[in-house]
């Protein structure tokens, strides 16, 4: 058992959170440890944290930041991710069937499908990619269009 000075000095070396874009709180019970290891090592790979903390602890850790909406969600057995690449972590969360429990993204809670959408995503430049995928389309059909036009033709 931690005494109360060790609690102290878990909560408050957790700061590195307030330098994140985001945190998610996901639910690890039922997650054998071979897989949880597998989970923490891929996040520490993208250069994001995955902590498991007691609940109440989190909760001390977390009062007067961005992250005190969490509160109310932290029951049972959580854990916490925290970095700045979340496309990546959230796609790897669905790739291994991990329950989201909340995510806050910028100061900002992410509902349901946003949560779902973004972890299509898959990564700060699949985003990228999407993007200018979109844009060229529609560049490629206004061009189009001018073409047909000082052709003298009409678009229909």
């Known amino acids: ?28 019970k039922g997650i054998n440890v071979k897989t949880f ?12 944290h995955c902590q498991v903390m007691k609940n ?15 509160s109310p969600m ?13 496309f990546t972590v959230l796609k790897l969360l669905a790739e291994m069937k991990i329950k989201v429990i909340a995510v806050i993204l910028e100061k900002h809670m992410l509902n349901n499908t946003q ?23 529609s560049i490629h059909k206004i061009t189009s269009i001018i073409k047909h036009n000082i052709i003298g033709g009409t678009n229909e």
């Open 37 to 48: 290891e597998s989970l923490r090592r891929k996040i520490h790979q993208i250069q994001c």
């Open 115 to 137: 949560i779902n959408d973004f972890s299509k995503i898959g990564s700060v430049n699949g985003l990228y990619h999407k993007m200018q995928s979109c844009l060229l389309s």
């Open 74 to 86: 932290l029951k049972g057995q959580n854990a916490i991710i925290h970095g700045k690449e979340i």
């Open 1 to 28: 058992m931690k005494t109360r000075a060790q609690k102290h000095q878990i909560v408050s070396n957790f700061t590195d959170i307030q330098s994140s874009d985001f945190a998610i709180i996901i639910e690890y």
């Open 56 to 70: 109440t602890l989190l909760k001390l850790a977390i009062n007067n930041t961005d992250y005190v909406e969490f």
